[in-house]
Nanobody, 123 residues
Framework: QVQLVESGGGLVQPGGSLRLSCAASGRAFSSYTMAWFRQAPGKGREIVSAVPRSGGSAYYADSVKGRFTISRDNAEATTSLQMNSLKPEDTAVYYC????????????????WGQGTQVTVSS
């Protein structure tokens, strides 16, 4: 078991930046692939980015490539999502998620979830 708590959401103007953090507690953090998903009103939950246990090659959704950067610190049991050049279409609740095994892109493959943090991009 691992417990996940997100922080760092808020209201930002288009073109601005936010950094989301996810703190983990419980079973060895380094055992998990970590991911960020988001869910906009009226839409399904979609993967944004994921990073493997070792912190190697990360996955990014096409919509965020070049703007978002995922990272993890296994010693601190945290994962972060740096979001730059934010657009109104990035508005959503962002969730941190964890799974044992390789990066997969569907929410059903992730057993552990945080409570979510709201990101609103608006002028």
């Amino acid at each position: 078991q691992v417990q996940l708590v997100e922080s760092g959401g808020g209201l930002v103007q288009p073109g601005g930046s936010l950094r989301l953090s996810c703190a983990a507690s419980g079973r060895a953090f380094s055992s998990y692939t970590m991911a960020w998903f988001r869910q906009a009103p009226g839409k399904g939950r979609e993967i944004v980015s994921a990073v493997p246990r070792s912190g190697g090659s990360a996955y990014y959704a096409d919509s965020v490539k070049g703007r978002f950067t995922i990272s993890r610190d296994n010693a601190e049991a945290t994962t972060s999502l740096q979001m730059n050049s934010l657009k109104p279409e990035d508005t959503a609740v962002y969730y941190c998620a964890a799974r044992i095994g390789a990066i997969l892109t569907f929410p059903v493959n992730y057993a552990f979830w945080g409570q979510g943090t709201q990101v609103t991009v608006s002028s």
